[in-house]
């Protein structure tokens, strides 16, 4: 009960700070790709059973800043959501795919970090993003299927929870697209189910690339069980105008 | 209790079921079913084709197992889960006994098998013990994806990091990743077979410095080219 309207206030809160958020008339195009008309998808980076105690806290604290400093949640809608806002789909022609024989629901291309929709078993995870700072925070919390080594979280479930932050934050730093390079070093191993703090920013911006950097790190940052670094270079490309969806 | 029984038949559907599907929800189970035991259903191997792996996957493959026939090369099996006996061999090298949750233990799966047939990671992997090199032949399903119709970054990065870590462990025993390193040339389309070729390029005392290439299945597209450094933990140093 009280969790539900914990959902329901983070809910509220989210809308109120993007209608009252000065810094959305700055980049109208990005944001709105982040804001269907249509919300009758669910957003998965909402609050739920799963979530750990220091998510659900760090959660509230980054969604008052989204109200004061003008920090901005970025919505996840069921899996769908590229990086780039616009919403997936049936797997395109050209891919080879042959999903007939799945039915309409599992058919569907997913974006990775939300390809386990079972709650708390994949990528538990919330992005927030700072435009005037071109920074993000991503609450990561990597659950039972993403092991690695036994009661440890796989590397590259890390790689691309840090891949996925970085590709949004490019989007909405500078119209970054793909990844060109990525380097990560790992210091220490990520407990099952432990909360991953990472901070990123952008670097630099030069000759149509975004360099950003990225620390992971546990909430008390004087204990750092999780240490990896990682250095990423997104690829900016000029956008097509899209039609009206 | 009823969850995993659910689990347990879809996963029955899928070995059993008509060549290419799977049993449509609310069909009738085949009278031969037999109810199999969790632990069986862990103990599947799952690098050898099913129904969603693609013409190309399957040549190379064959390609593969070809070579097998001499024992110059061996396919690794691949699970759900790791066996116990590995499991203690980790805990044994790496770890301190006090973070490990035995709960938590019997819920986890390998990521890379937390997947339905054809969605996630299809892959298997040939090594050479005298060439030192790790071959992963790797097929992208749909719940993979990044940009629209290719291959998301991670899950790239998670796949050479799946390989080239084998390469490392089969050359060194226990290993974690220190660092990794991967350009990207060309984004992978989904659901496309790709070649990772992985090679152990030295060693320094605990380091092990591995290398790698991702190719399209014809070796005419260089997708990906990734460097790396795993090293053997100390056993006398916790890793956490």
């Known amino acids: 009960m009280i969790r539900r309207g914990f959902q329901v206030a983070a809910r509220l809160g989210h809308h109120r700070g993007l209608l009252g958020d000065p810094l959305i008339l700055i980049f109208p195009a990005q944001f709105s790709r982040f804001l269907p008309e249509?919300?009758?998808?669910?957003?998965?980076?909402?609050p739920d059973a799963s979530w750990c105690l220091d998510m659900l806290s760090l959660d509230q604290e980054f969604l008052e800043k989204t109200k004061s400093s003008g920090w901005i949640k970025l919505p996840s809608f069921k899996?769908?959501?590229?990086?780039?806002?616009?919403?997936?789909?049936?797997c395109p022609p050209f891919s080879g795919c042959d999903t007939a024989h799945l039915s309409p629901d599992k058919g569907d291309?997913?974006?990775?970090?939300?390809?386990?929709?079972?709650?708390?078993?994949?990528?538990?995870y919330v992005i927030f993003f700072q435009p005037s700072k071109k920074k993000s925070v991503c609450l990561f919390q990597p659950g039972p299927y993403l092991e690695g080594p036994p009661g440890f979280?796989?590397?590259?479930?890390?790689?691309?929870?840090?891949?996925?932050?970085?590709?949004?934050?490019?989007?909405?730093?500078?119209?970054?697209?793909?990844?060109?390079?990525?380097?990560i070093r790992f210091k220490n191993l990520i407990p099952m189910s432990s909360l991953v703090?990472?901070?990123?920013?952008?670097?630099?911006?030069?000759?149509?690339?975004?360099?950003?950097?990225?620390?992971?790190?546990?909430r008390d940052q004087q204990f750092t069980p999780t240490h990896p670094s990682l250095a990423g270079v997104f690829l900016q490309l000029q956008l097509e105008e899209e039609s009206p969806q | 209790m009823l969850r995993s029984c659910a689990k347990l038949l879809r996963t029955l559907g899928a070995v059993r079921g008509p060549p290419?599907?799977?049993?449509?929800?609310?069909?009738?189970?085949?009278?031969?079913?037999?109810?199999?035991?969790?632990?069986?259903?862990?103990?599947?191997?799952?690098?050898?084709?099913?129904?969603?792996?693609?013409?190309?996957l399957r040549l190379l493959f064959d390609q593969f197992m070809k070579k097998c026939e001499d024992s110059s090369w061996k396919r690794l099996p691949s699970y759900k889960r790791i066996p116990a006996e590995k499991i203690q061999d980790f805990k044994t090298h790496l770890l301190d006994p006090k973070l490990m949750k035995e709960e938590q233990m019997s819920q986890t799966q390998l990521f890379t098998r937390s997947f339905d047939d054809g969605l996630g990671f299809e892959y298997v992997m040939f090594y050479s013990d005298v060439e030192k090199r790790m071959v992963c032949l790797f097929q992208g399903g749909p719940y993979l994806e990044g940009p629209p119709?290719?291959?998301?970054?991670?899950?790239?990065?998670?796949?050479?990091?799946?390989?080239?870590?084998?390469c490392a462990l089969m050359a060194g025993g226990v290993v974690v990743t220190a660092n990794l390193n991967i350009n990207y040339k060309r984004p992978i389309p989904l659901c496309s077979a790709v070649m990772i070729n992985s090679q152990l390029d030295k060693v320094e005392g605990r380091k092990f410095?591995?290398?790698?290439?991702?190719?399209?299945?014809?070796?005419?597209?260089?997708?990906?080219?990734?460097?790396?450094?795993?090293?053997?933990?100390?056993?006398?140093?916790?890793?956490?």
Not at chain 1, 38 to 46: E, G, N, P, V
Not at chain 1, 110 to 121: D, H, P, W
Not at chain 2, 149 to 166: E, L, Q, R, S
């Open chain 1, 38 to 46: 249509k919300t009758d998808l669910k957003d998965d980076a909402l």
């Open chain 2, 20 to 56: 290419g599907g799977r049993r449509l929800p609310g069909s009738e189970p085949r009278p031969a079913l037999r109810l199999f035991s969790s632990e069986e259903v862990i103990l599947r191997d799952y690098s050898v084709p099913n129904p969603s792996w693609n013409k190309d």
């Open chain 2, 209 to 240: 410095f591995v290398s790698c290439n991702v190719q399209s299945a014809d070796e005419k597209t260089l997708y990906s080219e990734a460097t790396s450094i795993f090293i053997k933990p100390n056993p006398a140093k916790s890793l956490t």
């Open chain 2, 149 to 166: 119709g290719f291959v998301h970054g991670g899950a790239i990065a998670t796949m050479i990091d799946t390989t080239i870590g084998m």
């Open chain 1, 79 to 90: 899996g769908k959501t590229q990086p780039n806002g616009a919403v997936s789909g049936p």
């Open chain 1, 109 to 124: 291309c997913r974006i990775f970090t939300r390809c386990i929709q079972v709650e708390g078993q994949g990528f538990e």
């Open chain 1, 153 to 183: 979280t796989h590397g590259g479930s890390l790689a691309a929870m840090m891949d996925e932050t970085f590709s949004k934050t490019a989007f909405l730093a500078g119209e970054g697209l793909f990844t060109l390079s990525f380097n």
């Open chain 1, 197 to 218: 703090v990472m901070d990123i920013e952008v670097e630099k911006i030069e000759d149509q690339k975004l360099y950003m950097s990225c620390i992971a790190h546990s």
